[in-house]
């Protein structure tokens, strides 16, 4: 017969080891990723905001990386539940323009609710108050991203920038 102590350990280490578990799945998933951007001939990529429109609505929210190849600029989502190759989508490199400006928006939490990623400073009642953004523009397209602050929107545009002028288009 187990003692009330033995029960408060076990769930103290299938707790640990579940944690444990997560962690190994998140660094496996970075890995998986990094390879699939060497396949790509990524050139360098950036964290890139929320993902607010232009792709598709059903990642409306999601955290965003950047990252440049010689042909466009692709877009993925980076919530920690996203497959490592999942796109929002791809931005062709010519004619492609990128703007920062500041901006307002609210994102209530419960807005969120049933979307298929999480973020946990979300999971509780509240606010994320957005502040900057970045709109990038192609010939037969646009898209969207919110960042916390317009120095944020401004620091990610030039970091992709810079990948750009270092990497040659097709």
Known sequence: MSTKGERQRARMNAAVNQMVLEANRRDLDEAKRGRYLDQLGVRGHVAFGFYVDGFGGAEVGSLCNAAVIPSSVIFFD???????????????????????????????????????????????????????????????????FAFATPEGAREALDAVRRHLAGSPPV
């Open 78 to 144: 980076a919530d920690e539940t996203a497959e490592p190759n999942a796109e929002l989508g791809r931005a062709p490199r010519a004619g492609l323009t990128l703007e920062a400006d500041a901006w307002r928006s609210t994102v209530l939490a419960q807005d969120f609710a049933d979307a298929p990623w999480t973020i946990r400073s979300m999971q509780g009642p509240g606010a994320v108050d957005l502040r900057g953004r970045v709109v990038a523009r192609w010939p037969g397209g646009e898209a969207t």
